[in-house]
């Protein structure tokens, strides 16, 4: 695998880069490039992994020779899954291996670099404000995307209606152009996790208990925004720990 350049990652917004690149790199061989991937994941062949390159590039090739290696590796033998699975159930493997990799490759650097305990969980944040390569492979993305731009038509309401537009009003991903305007975020600037407490922010994804009425970020109680398209009434953990009157 190719390592040259990594003495020039030493800071967090450095490390985020280099894994923005092989991301995209990603999920251009799983998605445009997919043909191509597909031919090249031949079972016939040795044990074969998927690379992502900060410059955008991506290849299938053999595991590096040098134990250990340079850079933690891809999951090995993705080519020998290929005709045994559904080409969608192959698909999704591959995508959530990519997710792994991307995620060791860069808290590999955190560890080499010496990033103290704020700078990973920045790194962290970072990464998680950005879609998964599963849910870009798989189209989640881009529906969390068209629902947000949807809910956005609704300031000025706190959205604490049971519907769907209503429990995932506050899913946001800094990289995208559309999302809330500057007074929706002062309206809610004051409003208050009930998991951590800390402040809304509009580049957090958040979720309304339909029961206690409170809003909780989406980390704090493990909610993604795809997960979120599917719960028709939520419930926090407080409220759903809750027993029912007798």
């Not at 390592?3 to 880069?17: A, Y």
């Not at 038509?153 to 946001?172: D, P, R, T, W």
Request: with cysteine; hydrophobic share 35%; proline share 5%.
């Amino acid at each position: 695998m190719d390592g040259s350049g990594l003495n020039d990652l030493r800071t967090v917004e450095e490390v985020f880069n280099d894994l923005k690149g092989r991301r995209n790199a990603l999920i251009k061989a799983l998605t445009t490039d997919f043909a191509e991937f597909y031919k090249q994941c031949d079972p016939e062949k040795e044990n074969l992994c998927l690379y992502g390159f900060p410059n955008g590039l991506w290849e299938v090739n053999l595991p590096a020779e040098e134990v250990p290696p340079e850079l933690p590796e891809p999951a090995l033998g993705i080519n020998f899954a290929r005709d045994g699975m559904q080409e969608k159930d192959w698909l999704a493997l591959v995508a959530v291996h990519s997710d792994a990799w991307l995620l060791s490759v860069a808290f590999y650097f955190g560890a080499r670099f010496g990033f103290d305990r704020a700078d990973r969980k920045r790194l962290f944040n970072m990464i998680n404000d950005l879609p998964t390569i599963f849910e870009d492979v798989n189209g989640a993305a881009q529906k969390q995307a068209k629902d947000k731009s949807s809910v956005s038509n609704h300031s000025g309401s706190k959205f604490k209606s049971n519907s769907k537009a209503g429990q995932i009003s506050k899913a946001q991903v800094k990289d995208e152009d559309e999302g809330f305007d500057e007074e929706d975020d002062d309206e809610h600037g004051e409003t208050l996790c009930g998991a951590c407490g800390e402040n809304y922010s509009s580049d957090q994804f958040w979720i309304l208990c339909d029961l206690c009425e409170r809003w909780f970020h989406g980390k704090c109680v493990k909610i993604t925004p795809a997960k979120a398209e599917h719960i028709k009434q939520y419930k926090c953990p407080s409220c759903s720990n809750k027993r029912p009157h007798p």
